[in-house]
């Protein structure tokens, strides 16, 4: 699962891939991505030459941050991928897509996983928000309905997470940052933004493979990491009130999804 990238590999094609994608994503992004990614693109030297090398990348970003890049496969286990946010690690796969592959993906190749989320690990506010919501999930890594809502928060908000910069409203997300369809469509005067909310993230289960029908704009990263006081709290009270609805559909004899089934004390484990 964890690898490292051996940069040595890739083909003169595959750094021009990275050329090729970077270029098309900047003119898209003008105007449009948050400037803190952009600041990130400058502080970290990520500009279009070729694909990063992740160690000195790594060196760069921990000297602002104190994150450093993990190589991987493929998307990993929410345990494990909660697990390396918590100590400042962000996993980046270390392939990149062909030519056949410009505009669709089934999984995150390297260009999603570097150019669209590594910038703005070096924005403090939102470095410490990564990994406070990674602290978070630790307890929870045996109930698969507290590690829902948490990844409802990470979707909303580190893929596709909108910000409100200077009256205008601005792309963060390292899931619309690497998309030119959708960098331009969730900007659009049609699309439903709400302000982010916990409560109202816990109840919007996320769209995987298409566009997103609704956004969740913040007005600073340091709301972000202000938000993660108060989400123990209200995740603990989401999970009572969820198991509480499980009981009384079991009380009428109805099939309830795994993840609602009650779960068991200590001491039935035994
Ligand atoms: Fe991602």
């Known amino acids: 699962m964890f690898i490292s990238q051996e940069f040595e590999k890739y083909t003169p094609q595959d750094h021009q891939m990275w050329q090729r994608l970077y270029h098309r994503q900047m003119e898209v992004l003008h105007n449009r991505a948050a400037s803190g990614f952009m600041d990130g693109l400058q502080a970290l030297q990520m500009g279009p030459e070729g694909i990063p090398h992740y160690g000195q990348l790594s060196d760069r970003l921990e000297q602002v941050t104190g994150w450093r890049l993990q190589g991987v496969t493929g998307i990993v286990p929410n345990d494990v991928f909660f697990r390396l946010l918590a100590r400042r690690q962000f996993p980046v796969t270390t392939w990149i897509r062909q030519p056949a592959q410009m505009d669709y993906l089934m999984e995150p190749d390297l260009f999603h996983d570097v150019f669209g989320h590594v910038p703005l690990l070096a924005d403090t506010a939102y470095a410490s928000f990564l990994e406070a919501l990674g602290q978070l999930a630790l307890p929870y890594m045996d109930n698969p309905l507290a590690i829902e809502l948490l990844s409802r928060i990470y979707w909303f908000s580190v893929e596709f997470g909108l910000i409100a910069e200077d009256n205008a409203l601005r792309i963060y997300g390292a899931g ?9 469509f969730c900007l659009s005067p049609q699309v439903p933004r709400f302000y982010f909310n916990l409560q109202e993230l816990f109840h919007t289960p996320y769209i995987n493979h298409r566009m997103q029908d609704r956004y969740f704009v913040i007005e600073s990263y340091d709301e972000l990491y202000a938000c993660t006081t108060r989400l123990p709290g209200l995740l603990d009270k ?3 009130l969820a198991q509480g609805f499980a009981h009384e559909l079991l009380s009428y004899g109805l099939v309830i999804p795994r993840e609602l ?10």
Do not use: M, N, Y
């Open 238 to 240: 989401e999970l009572k």
């Open 261 to 270: 089934l009650p779960r068991p004390v200590a001491a039935d484990r035994e």
């Open 176 to 184: 619309i940052l690497s998309s030119p369809g959708e960098s331009v």
